[in-house]
T-cell receptor, first 116, second 114 residues
Framework: AQTVTQSQPEMSVQEAETVTLSCTYD???????LFWYKQPPSRQMILVIR??????QNATENRFSVNFQKAAKSFSLKISDSQLGDTAMYFC?????????????FGPGTSLSVIP | ETGVTQSPTHLIKTRGQQVTLRCSSQ?????VSWYQQALGQGPQFIFQ???????GRGNFPPRFSGLQFPNYSSELNVNALELDDSALYLC?????????????FGPGTRLTVL
Protein backbone atom coordinates (compact mmCIF):
# COMPACT_ATOMS: atom_id res chain seq x y z
CA ALA A 1 0.00 0.00 0.00
CA GLN A 2 1.12 3.53 -0.71
CA THR A 3 1.66 6.06 2.07
CA VAL A 4 2.44 9.77 2.04
CA THR A 5 4.22 11.47 4.93
CA GLN A 6 4.55 15.17 5.67
CA SER A 7 6.78 15.65 8.70
CA GLN A 8 6.10 19.36 9.23
CA PRO A 9 2.62 19.89 10.72
CA GLU A 10 3.07 23.67 10.81
CA MET A 11 5.40 26.18 9.19
CA SER A 12 5.62 29.92 8.92
CA VAL A 13 7.45 32.25 6.57
CA GLN A 14 7.87 35.99 6.23
CA GLU A 15 6.19 37.63 3.29
CA ALA A 16 8.47 37.72 0.22
CA GLU A 17 10.72 34.98 1.62
CA THR A 18 11.13 31.42 0.35
CA VAL A 19 9.85 28.31 2.12
CA THR A 20 10.18 24.59 1.41
CA LEU A 21 7.61 22.01 2.45
CA SER A 22 8.74 18.39 2.75
CA CYS A 23 7.04 15.22 1.60
CA THR A 24 8.11 11.61 1.43
CA TYR A 25 6.15 8.67 0.09
CA ASP A 26 6.38 4.94 0.02
CA UNK A 27 5.43 2.83 -2.97
CA UNK A 28 6.58 -0.15 -4.97
CA UNK A 29 5.11 1.32 -8.13
CA UNK A 30 7.33 2.82 -10.81
CA UNK A 31 4.64 4.67 -12.73
CA UNK A 32 2.76 7.32 -10.78
CA UNK A 33 1.90 10.97 -10.31
CA LEU A 34 2.68 13.28 -7.42
CA PHE A 35 0.77 16.41 -6.53
CA TRP A 36 0.74 19.34 -4.18
CA TYR A 37 -2.70 20.66 -3.30
CA LYS A 38 -3.55 23.85 -1.42
CA GLN A 39 -6.57 24.14 0.86
CA PRO A 40 -7.13 27.76 1.98
CA PRO A 41 -9.31 28.56 4.98
CA SER A 42 -12.30 28.75 2.60
CA ARG A 43 -11.81 24.97 2.24
CA GLN A 44 -11.84 24.58 -1.58
CA MET A 45 -8.91 22.36 -2.51
CA ILE A 46 -6.92 23.48 -5.54
CA LEU A 47 -4.08 21.87 -7.44
CA VAL A 48 -0.78 23.73 -7.09
CA ILE A 49 1.61 21.59 -9.09
CA ARG A 50 1.98 18.02 -10.36
CA UNK A 51 4.86 15.78 -11.36
CA UNK A 52 4.86 12.66 -13.49
CA UNK A 53 7.30 10.13 -12.05
CA UNK A 54 8.79 9.20 -15.41
CA UNK A 55 9.86 12.81 -16.01
CA UNK A 56 13.22 13.64 -14.49
CA GLN A 57 12.76 17.38 -14.90
CA ASN A 58 11.28 19.07 -11.85
CA ALA A 59 7.92 20.76 -12.42
CA THR A 60 7.54 24.51 -11.97
CA GLU A 61 4.47 26.74 -11.91
CA ASN A 62 5.31 30.42 -11.51
CA ARG A 63 6.46 30.85 -7.87
CA PHE A 64 6.01 27.15 -7.10
CA SER A 65 8.58 24.46 -7.89
CA VAL A 66 9.28 20.95 -6.74
CA ASN A 67 12.37 18.92 -5.97
CA PHE A 68 11.55 15.39 -7.05
CA GLN A 69 14.01 12.73 -5.91
CA LYS A 70 12.61 9.43 -7.17
CA ALA A 71 15.21 7.15 -5.62
CA ALA A 72 14.79 8.80 -2.24
CA LYS A 73 10.98 8.95 -2.69
CA SER A 74 11.01 12.60 -1.80
CA PHE A 75 8.86 15.36 -3.27
CA SER A 76 9.34 18.80 -1.70
CA LEU A 77 7.55 22.03 -2.64
CA LYS A 78 9.36 25.35 -2.78
CA ILE A 79 7.36 28.56 -2.65
CA SER A 80 9.31 31.64 -3.68
CA ASP A 81 8.36 35.25 -2.90
CA SER A 82 5.71 34.10 -0.41
CA GLN A 83 2.48 36.07 -0.43
CA LEU A 84 -0.25 36.44 2.20
CA GLY A 85 -2.60 34.48 -0.07
CA ASP A 86 -0.30 31.46 0.22
CA THR A 87 -1.52 30.94 3.79
CA ALA A 88 -3.25 27.55 3.67
CA MET A 89 -2.99 23.82 4.35
CA TYR A 90 -0.76 22.11 1.82
CA PHE A 91 -1.24 18.45 1.01
CA CYS A 92 1.21 16.22 -0.79
CA UNK A 93 -0.54 13.48 -2.75
CA UNK A 94 0.18 10.33 -4.76
CA UNK A 95 -1.72 8.53 -7.50
CA UNK A 96 -0.85 5.39 -9.40
CA UNK A 97 -0.84 5.75 -13.16
CA UNK A 98 -2.89 3.65 -15.58
CA UNK A 99 -5.45 2.22 -13.19
CA UNK A 100 -9.17 1.86 -13.75
CA UNK A 101 -9.93 4.68 -11.33
CA UNK A 102 -8.17 7.64 -9.74
CA UNK A 103 -7.40 6.95 -6.10
CA UNK A 104 -5.46 9.92 -4.81
CA UNK A 105 -3.66 9.27 -1.52
CA PHE A 106 -3.09 12.40 0.53
CA GLY A 107 -0.58 13.13 3.26
CA PRO A 108 -1.65 14.65 6.60
CA GLY A 109 -0.88 18.18 5.46
CA THR A 110 1.32 21.11 6.46
CA SER A 111 -0.25 24.31 7.72
CA LEU A 112 1.63 27.27 6.23
CA SER A 113 1.28 30.77 7.63
CA VAL A 114 2.71 33.74 5.73
CA ILE A 115 3.54 36.55 8.14
CA PRO A 116 3.35 40.17 6.99
CA GLU B 1 -13.92 28.95 -7.78
CA THR B 2 -13.77 25.54 -9.44
CA GLY B 3 -17.36 25.28 -10.73
CA VAL B 4 -18.05 22.30 -8.45
CA THR B 5 -20.78 22.91 -5.89
CA GLN B 6 -21.90 20.90 -2.89
CA SER B 7 -24.95 21.01 -0.66
CA PRO B 8 -25.64 21.47 2.12
CA THR B 9 -22.70 23.43 3.53
CA HIS B 10 -23.19 22.13 7.06
CA LEU B 11 -25.26 19.31 8.47
CA ILE B 12 -25.90 17.96 11.96
CA LYS B 13 -27.21 14.44 12.45
CA THR B 14 -27.50 11.99 15.32
CA ARG B 15 -25.96 8.57 15.56
CA GLY B 16 -27.89 5.91 13.64
CA GLN B 17 -29.49 8.34 11.19
CA GLN B 18 -28.99 8.42 7.45
CA VAL B 19 -27.64 11.34 5.41
CA THR B 20 -27.48 12.33 1.74
CA LEU B 21 -24.88 14.79 0.46
CA ARG B 22 -25.02 16.28 -3.02
CA CYS B 23 -22.47 17.37 -5.56
CA SER B 24 -22.88 19.21 -8.83
CA SER B 25 -19.95 18.62 -11.17
CA GLN B 26 -18.24 21.16 -13.34
CA UNK B 27 -19.94 21.36 -16.73
CA UNK B 28 -18.96 18.48 -19.02
CA UNK B 29 -17.24 16.44 -16.32
CA UNK B 30 -18.38 12.80 -16.36
CA UNK B 31 -16.28 11.52 -13.45
CA VAL B 32 -16.78 12.29 -9.78
CA SER B 33 -14.88 11.17 -6.70
CA TRP B 34 -15.83 11.52 -3.06
CA TYR B 35 -13.41 12.00 -0.17
CA GLN B 36 -13.75 12.09 3.61
CA GLN B 37 -11.53 14.58 5.44
CA ALA B 38 -11.49 14.16 9.21
CA LEU B 39 -10.40 17.15 11.26
CA GLY B 40 -6.67 17.75 11.01
CA GLN B 41 -6.12 15.03 8.41
CA GLY B 42 -5.78 14.69 4.68
CA PRO B 43 -8.72 13.55 2.56
CA GLN B 44 -9.36 9.82 2.20
CA PHE B 45 -10.77 8.37 -1.01
CA ILE B 46 -14.26 6.89 -0.62
CA PHE B 47 -15.21 5.99 -4.22
CA GLN B 48 -15.33 7.19 -7.82
CA UNK B 49 -18.15 7.19 -10.36
CA UNK B 50 -17.66 7.27 -14.11
CA UNK B 51 -20.67 7.57 -16.41
CA UNK B 52 -23.11 6.56 -13.63
CA UNK B 53 -21.17 3.45 -12.55
CA UNK B 54 -18.95 3.02 -9.51
CA UNK B 55 -15.53 2.13 -10.89
CA GLY B 56 -13.39 2.23 -7.78
CA ARG B 57 -13.69 2.20 -3.99
CA GLY B 58 -11.49 2.90 -1.01
CA ASN B 59 -11.55 1.24 2.41
CA PHE B 60 -15.03 2.32 3.42
CA PRO B 61 -17.88 0.01 4.53
CA PRO B 62 -20.97 -0.64 2.37
CA ARG B 63 -23.04 1.80 4.42
CA PHE B 64 -21.25 4.44 2.33
CA SER B 65 -22.95 4.39 -1.06
CA GLY B 66 -23.35 6.71 -3.99
CA LEU B 67 -25.17 7.60 -7.14
CA GLN B 68 -24.26 9.49 -10.26
CA PHE B 69 -27.08 10.83 -12.40
CA PRO B 70 -27.31 11.26 -16.20
CA ASN B 71 -26.44 14.94 -15.82
CA TYR B 72 -23.34 13.75 -13.87
CA SER B 73 -24.42 15.27 -10.57
CA SER B 74 -23.78 12.92 -7.68
CA GLU B 75 -24.94 11.87 -4.23
CA LEU B 76 -23.13 10.34 -1.29
CA ASN B 77 -25.35 8.40 1.11
CA VAL B 78 -24.25 7.27 4.53
CA ASN B 79 -26.47 4.93 6.56
CA ALA B 80 -26.35 4.12 10.26
CA LEU B 81 -24.23 7.16 11.07
CA GLU B 82 -21.44 6.77 13.61
CA LEU B 83 -19.65 9.45 15.61
CA ASP B 84 -16.48 8.84 13.56
CA ASP B 85 -18.35 9.83 10.40
CA SER B 86 -18.05 13.46 11.51
CA ALA B 87 -15.87 15.04 8.85
CA LEU B 88 -15.69 17.32 5.84
CA TYR B 89 -16.91 15.48 2.75
CA LEU B 90 -15.40 16.62 -0.53
CA CYS B 91 -16.40 15.77 -4.05
CA UNK B 92 -14.15 16.27 -7.05
CA UNK B 93 -15.05 16.13 -10.73
CA UNK B 94 -13.00 15.67 -13.87
CA UNK B 95 -13.36 14.90 -17.54
CA UNK B 96 -12.67 11.36 -18.65
CA UNK B 97 -12.36 8.03 -16.81
CA UNK B 98 -8.76 7.93 -15.62
CA UNK B 99 -5.56 9.69 -16.38
CA UNK B 100 -4.09 13.03 -15.61
CA UNK B 101 -7.04 15.28 -16.36
CA UNK B 102 -7.20 17.60 -13.37
CA UNK B 103 -9.73 16.97 -10.64
CA UNK B 104 -11.64 20.03 -9.44
CA PHE B 105 -12.83 19.99 -5.85
CA GLY B 106 -15.98 21.41 -4.35
CA PRO B 107 -16.03 23.41 -1.10
CA GLY B 108 -17.24 20.42 0.92
CA THR B 109 -20.05 19.56 3.31
CA ARG B 110 -19.24 19.62 7.01
CA LEU B 111 -21.09 16.72 8.69
CA THR B 112 -21.36 16.56 12.46
CA VAL B 113 -22.71 13.40 14.06
CA LEU B 114 -23.89 13.73 17.68
Amino acid sequence: AQTVTQSQPEMSVQEAETVTLSCTYDTSESNYYLFWYKQPPSRQMILVIRQEAYKQQNATENRFSVNFQKAAKSFSLKISDSQLGDTAMYFCAFMKRKTSYDKVIFGPGTSLSVIP
Amino acid sequence: ETGVTQSPTHLIKTRGQQVTLRCSSQSGHNTVSWYQQALGQGPQFIFQYYREEENGRGNFPPRFSGLQFPNYSSELNVNALELDDSALYLCASKLGGTGLNEQFFGPGTRLTVL
